[in-house]
């Protein structure tokens, strides 16, 4: 602070100076002025800054004070500082004497464990080539095997060392005998391993392949008990073979021969595996298990290709194959197959491929966890590597090969089978009095249903969708132009109406029988026979059941393993959305197939009983009213006349789709009475009248279905307040702001009109309303 002041001191004194030097050569009155108030200014200022050194003169003095009391305390912690220095110092330097003490006995402890080490190696050597030489003489080999792998477990350095010191000519020695003896004892294994894998000795087999481990011969010695192991499954699986071969056909097996034999070929490799896996990670140690069954896989593959092969000639496959395929292109092949023939051959490949597909995760889940217990300190990239070896094992070995040819085979021979047997299923169309469907609905979706079980029971994700997109569209195309053909047809009604039906029927039979690869199925029916074939073909809810089948089939499938996988799971996700488009236009085409039987079978009966209401005068006085509420003119015989009608649906349709074609009716009775309405004339007792048999009428059609039906009477029921009003003012207590929570339905033209109905309304009254 006294620094800043100083300068500003000094600024003034300079200031002072060149003023005083200004003033002296200044002659103008104005510029005198001028620079006396500079000088006031600079004078004001420093007379502010003196104010606020002073205003901190108590400040200052406070600290001065409380720097002299600290001034005792200063000398002390200034002779604890040093004393505390020294302490350091001194410290510092004995613990550089100490660590210099502890690394030298640190380095001659380690010196110490490295003769100790060099000293037992060498005393491993000698025992080990004592022990050696002692233990081929006896045959031991287990033993003399011990003492192999210790010499080589031996530290290679430290008898390099020793080879240096003054033992090296007893080094060498023991060397060259551990090295004789290595190459001794592992030809006498091998040889020992060949003679009981030739004598089928299993005991000796496994005595001499716990051996090879200890000798660093792991691959080779998983080899050659592989190759043991091979040669006992070969044989059972040949003896399989030809037992299936020779077998009966009239056995109850017989259809599946094949499938049980390669049962028993995937269940044996299984049950080896299961055995012998304990022996490999106890002998080799984790992460070997991928070898013995890399070997065994090669003989599984060739037997499994022997049984394929005999397969495809006995069940004459490709043949079938050819004769299919040849079918399905030219419609006009002289070979035909019968689906049934086809059956149980295509029953036989999804067994065996979902026999090799449980084979398959079997081997993935073993050898995955014998890798991941070896991996769990391996570097990511050996772990890449392992896992890329266990795919291409699993999906590139010629059983999958196998399989997915066969499978590729199956799938248009599925495809045939469906396709021909939903053929026979329509043209052998039946229906049964009582019953809410024909056959031919119901025997289509069995056959799409069985077809696509079989598709699942053969555990492959890539043909079940195959044969759901399959079954999709024979559903879309085939089977539903099958029942629009037939709804077109329309529902008879009348003796005219059959015989135009009738002709119709033929010429669509002669249409499509010029169509390849359709239905020719549109023969024609008499009255009765039309009327019960409209009215059970609705297959909306079989297919529903359908899609909610595979939902839950395809949940258990990956429950279970198969397919797992985001990719598996939005393949089967994408085929069963088709369904459920596949869905939606079966319900358009009921909806189509409803509409029309209101059109055809329906509006002609209900027009003719509602115009009926023209005949019956509402413009009457109280008598008439009396009378009619005595003996109802029209209602109670229209409502009786729909209750015999909907009786014949009512007994020929599914609860469900009746509640629509009654949702339909009560749409059409609603418009017509409107229509039929404003043809009439009322009188005050009249519009009262309308409203009793608008109420009756309504009441009866809430009893016959679970729709509700008073939004559809909406505006008929608006025109039966409007007829029922004294005067014509009294509508503006309903309309607009007065209506409440009503809302009104009619136009303000169409109120207008339905008051002019009444005949005592007179038309200027009506006109002048404000609407």
Same mark, same amino acid.
């Given at each position: 602070?006294?620094?800043?002041?100083?300068?500003?001191r000094?600024g003034?004194?300079?200031?002072?100076?060149?003023?005083?030097?200004?003033?002296?050569?200044?002659?103008?009155?104005?510029?005198?002025e001028?620079?006396?108030?500079?000088l006031?200014?600079?004078?004001?200022?420093?007379?502010?800054?003196?104010?606020?050194?002073?205003?901190?003169?108590?400040?200052?003095?406070?600290?001065?004070?409380?720097?002299?009391?600290?001034?005792?305390?200063?000398?002390?912690?200034?002779?604890?500082?040093?004393?505390?220095?020294?302490?350091?110092?001194?410290?510092?330097?004995?613990?550089?004497?100490?660590?210099?003490?502890?690394?030298?006995?640190?380095l001659?402890?380690?010196?110490l464990?490295q003769?100790?080490?060099?000293?037992?190696?060498?005393?491993?050597?000698?025992?080990?080539?004592?022990?050696?030489?002692?233990?081929?003489?006896?045959?031991?080999?287990?033993?003399?095997?011990?003492?192999?792998?210790?010499?080589?477990?031996?530290?290679?350095?430290?008898?390099?060392?020793?080879?240096?010191?003054?033992?090296?000519?007893?080094?060498?020695?023991?060397?060259?005998?551990?090295?004789?003896?290595?190459?001794?004892?592992?030809?006498?294994?091998?040889?020992?391993?060949?003679?009981?894998?030739?004598?089928?000795?299993?005991?000796?087999?496994?005595?001499?392949?716990k051996?090879?481990?200890?000798?660093?011969? @792991?691959?080779?010695? *998983?080899? +050659?008990?592989? !190759?043991?192991? %091979?040669? =006992?499954? /070969?044989? #059972?699986?040949? $003896?399989?073979?030809?037992?299936?071969?020779?077998g009966?056909?009239?056995?109850?097996?017989?259809?599946?021969?094949?499938?049980?034999?390669l049962?028993?070929?995937?269940?044996g490799?299984?049950?080896?595996?299961?055995?012998?896996?304990?022996?490999?990670?106890?002998?080799?140690?984790?992460? @070997?298990?991928?070898? *013995?069954? +890399?070997?065994? !896989?090669?003989? %599984?593959? =060739?037997? /499994?290709? #022997?049984?394929? $092969?005999?397969?495809?000639?006995?069940?004459?496959?490709?043949?079938?194959?050819?004769?299919?395929?040849?079918?399905?292109?030219?419609?006009?092949?002289?070979?035909?197959i019968?689906?049934?023939?086809?059956?149980?051959?295509?029953?036989?490949?999804?067994?065996?491929n979902?026999?090799?597909?449980?084979?398959?995760?079997?081997? +993935?889940?073993?050898?995955?966890?014998?890798?991941?217990?070896?991996?769990?300190?391996?570097?990511k990239?050996?772990?890449?590597?392992?896992?890329?070896?266990?795919?291409k094992?699993?999906?590139?070995?010629?059983?999958?090969?196998?399989?997915?040819?066969?499978?590729?085979?199956?799938?248009?021979?599925?495809?045939?089978?469906?396709?021909?047997s939903?053929?026979?299923?329509?043209?052998?169309?039946?229906?049964?009095?009582?019953?809410?469907?024909?056959?031919?609905?119901?025997?289509?979706?069995?056959?799409?249903?069985?077809?696509?079980?079989?598709?699942?029971?053969?555990?492959?994700?890539?043909c079940?969708c195959?044969?759901?997109?399959?079954?999709?569209s024979?559903?879309?195309?085939?089977?539903?132009?099958?029942?629009y053909?037939?709804?077109?047809?329309?529902?008879?009604?009348?003796?005219?109406?059959?015989?135009q039906?009738?002709?119709?029927?033929?010429?669509?039979?002669?249409?499509?029988?010029?169509?390849?690869?359709?239905?020719?199925?549109?023969?024609?029916?008499?009255?009765?026979?039309?009327?019960?074939?409209?009215?059970?073909?609705?297959?909306?809810?079989?297919?529903?059941?359908?899609?909610?089948?595979?939902?839950?089939?395809?949940?258990?499938?990956?429950?279970q393993?198969?397919?797992?996988?985001?990719?598996?799971?939005?393949?089967?996700?994408?085929?069963?959305?088709?369904?459920?488009?596949?869905?939606?236009?079966?319900?358009?085409?009921?909806?189509?197939?409803?509409?029309?039987?209101?059109?055809?079978?329906?509006?002609?009966?209900?027009?003719?009983?509602i115009?009926?209401?023209?005949?019956?005068?509402?413009?009457?006085?109280?008598?008439?009213?009396?009378?009619?509420?005595?003996?109802?003119?029209?209602?109670?015989?229209?409502?009786?006349?729909?209750?015999?009608?909907?009786a014949?649906?009512?007994?020929?349709?599914?609860?469900?789709?009746?509640?629509?074609?009654?949702?339909?009716?009560?749409?059409?009775?609603?418009?017509?009475?409107?229509?039929?309405?404003?043809?009439?004339?009322?009188?005050?007792?009249?519009?009262?009248?309308?409203?009793?048999?608008?109420?009756?009428?309504?009441?009866?059609?809430?009893?016959?279905?679970?729709?509700?039906?008073?939004?559809?009477?909406?505006?008929?029921?608006?025109?039966?307040?409007?007829?029922?009003?004294?005067?014509?003012?009294?509508?503006?207590?309903?309309?607009?702001?007065?209506s409440?929570?009503?809302?009104?339905?009619?136009?303000?033209?169409?109120?207008?009109?339905?008051?002019?109905?009444?005949?005592?309304?007179r038309?200027?009254?009506?006109?002048?309303?404000?609407?």
């Amino acid at each position: 602070m006294s620094e800043s002041a100083g300068k500003r001191r000094s600024g003034s004194m300079s200031s002072s100076v060149v003023c005083r030097e200004a003033i002296e050569s200044l002659t103008e009155l104005d510029d005198l002025e001028r620079v006396y108030q500079q000088l006031c200014n600079e004078e004001r200022q420093v007379e502010s800054e003196l104010e606020a050194l002073v205003s901190q003169q108590g400040k200052i003095e406070t600290k001065m004070l409380a720097l002299q009391r600290m001034g005792p305390n200063l000398q002390l912690i200034e002779g604890d500082a040093s004393q505390l220095s020294g302490m350091i110092a001194f410290t510092c330097s004995l613990a550089e004497n100490v660590s210099s003490k502890v690394r030298q006995l640190d380095l001659a402890k380690n010196r110490l464990y490295q003769a100790i080490q060099r000293a037992d190696d060498i005393l491993d050597l000698k025992f080990c080539t004592d022990g050696v030489q002692t233990a081929l003489r006896n045959e031991d080999y287990e033993q003399a095997a011990a003492h192999i792998h210790r010499y080589l477990s031996l530290d290679q350095s430290v008898i390099e060392l020793s080879r240096q010191g003054g033992e090296s000519s007893a080094v060498d020695a023991s060397l060259a005998l551990l090295q004789e003896a290595e190459q001794r004892l592992k030809a006498l294994v091998k040889e020992r391993l060949d003679q009981a894998i030739s004598a089928g000795d299993l005991a000796q087999v496994e005595r001499f392949f716990k051996i090879f481990p200890l000798l660093g011969l @792991h691959d080779e010695g *998983l080899a +050659r008990f592989a !190759q043991y192991l %091979c040669t =006992q499954l /070969a044989s #059972k699986a040949e $003896e399989n073979l030809l037992l299936a071969l020779g077998g009966d056909l009239g056995e109850r097996r017989a259809a599946l021969i094949f499938v049980d034999t390669l049962t028993l070929l995937l269940e044996g490799i299984a049950r080896i595996v299961e055995t012998h896996q304990p022996i490999v990670e106890t002998y080799y140690g984790p992460g @070997h298990l991928y070898t *013995l069954i +890399r070997h065994l !896989q090669v003989e %599984c593959d =060739q037997q /499994a290709e #022997k049984i394929v $092969e005999k397969f495809i000639q006995q069940r004459d496959y490709h043949n079938k194959f050819q004769i299919i395929q040849s079918s399905m292109m030219r419609s006009t092949s002289t070979e035909k197959i019968e689906p049934r023939d086809l059956d149980p051959v295509l029953m036989e490949v999804t067994l065996m491929n979902a026999r090799a597909e449980l084979y398959l995760r079997f081997l +993935r889940r073993r050898i995955t966890a014998d890798f991941e217990v070896g991996d769990a300190t391996a570097p990511k990239s050996t772990v890449q590597e392992h896992q890329q070896n266990l795919e291409k094992l699993l999906k590139h070995c010629l059983l999958s090969r196998n399989m997915q040819e066969l499978i590729g085979y199956y799938i248009p021979m599925e495809e045939f089978y469906m396709r021909e047997s939903v053929n026979k299923a329509v043209a052998m169309d039946t229906y049964e009095k009582g019953q809410l469907t024909s056959s031919m609905v119901d025997d289509c979706f069995y056959i799409v249903k069985k077809c696509i079980s079989r598709a699942l029971s053969s555990s492959s994700i890539d043909c079940l969708c195959a044969m759901i997109n399959h079954s999709t569209s024979v559903l879309e195309s085939d089977f539903r132009e099958v029942l629009y053909n037939k709804l077109r047809q329309g529902f008879p009604a009348t003796t005219l109406q059959d015989i135009q039906r009738g002709v119709s029927s033929a010429v669509s039979l002669m249409q499509s029988s010029l169509q390849q690869g359709k239905f020719n199925t549109l023969g024609i029916e008499s009255a009765e026979d039309a009327k019960a074939s409209f009215l059970v073909r609705a297959p909306c809810s079989a297919l529903v059941r359908t899609k909610r089948y595979m939902f839950n089939d395809c949940a258990k499938l990956f429950s279970q393993g198969f397919g797992s996988g985001e990719q598996a799971q939005g393949k089967i996700d994408s085929c069963l959305s088709d369904l459920v488009s596949t869905s939606s236009k079966f319900k358009d085409l009921l909806q189509e197939g409803l509409t029309e039987l209101n059109t055809t079978a329906i509006k002609p009966q209900v027009k003719p009983w509602i115009s009926n209401f023209l005949s019956i005068s509402h413009n009457i006085e109280e008598e008439e009213f009396n009378e009619y509420e005595a003996n109802d003119p029209w209602v109670q015989q229209f409502i009786m006349n729909l209750e015999q009608l909907m009786a014949e649906f009512k007994a020929g349709l599914s609860p469900v789709i009746y509640d629509q074609l009654t949702s339909l009716m009560t749409s059409l009775i609603s418009l017509e009475m409107e229509k039929t309405v404003l043809k009439c004339t009322f009188s005050r007792l009249g519009g009262l009248q309308f409203d009793k048999e608008l109420r009756s009428l309504v009441a009866y059609l809430t009893t016959v279905t679970t729709w509700t039906i008073r939004d559809k009477f909406a505006r008929l029921t608006q025109m039966a307040t409007i007829l029922n009003l004294e005067r014509v003012t009294e509508i503006l207590d309903y309309w607009g702001p007065n209506s409440g929570p009503l809302t009104w339905r009619l136009t303000p033209a169409e109120v207008r009109q339905v008051l002019a109905l009444r005949i005592d309304f007179r038309s200027e009254d009506i006109k002048r309303l404000r609407l």
